[in-house]
């Protein structure tokens, strides 16, 4: 089993950048798909970025392509989120997840929120303007 936890979260201004990491304990880290995840109050948790096992594939939410950047380090264990140029709308709570299934690449279909356990326990990122 894996356990995640993220950090690296904060408040920062409109056009700023921000870097989170999601560190991993566990023995199936590098066999697995990674995904960001993040979620306003009151409303679904929702695709931010996705990375397969071994970083071949990745795939964005529309709304960050272009300014997000995700990473992993299976050395580390890690994976990260790199965010630039962030607006009020990506304030939310940040999370990373595992996916269930091993060795998935991501050509394409944009896997499901419920593809992804576990989870860790997010990350607050808010965007000032």
């Known amino acids: 089993q894996v356990q995640l936890v993220e950090s690296g979260g904060g408040l920062v201004q409109a056009g700023g950048s921000l870097g989170l990491s999601c560190a991993a304990s566990g023995r199936t880290f590098d066999r697995r798909g990674m995904g960001w995840f993040r979620q306003v109050l009151g409303k679904e948790r929702d695709i931010v970025a996705v990375i397969s096992w071994n970083g071949e594939t990745t795939l964005y939410a529309d709304s960050v392509k272009g300014r997000f950047t995700i990473s992993r380090d299976n050395a580390k264990n890690t994976v990260y989120l790199q965010m630039n140029s962030l607006t009020p709308d990506d304030t939310a709570i940040y999370y990373c997840?595992?996916?269930?299934?091993?060795?998935?690449?991501?050509?394409?279909?944009?896997?499901?929120?419920?593809?992804?356990?576990?989870w860790g326990q997010g990350t607050q990122v808010t965007v000032s303007s």
């Open positions: 997840a595992a996916d269930k299934t091993f060795w998935r690449q991501y050509y394409g279909r944009s896997p499901l929120t419920g593809d992804f356990a576990p």
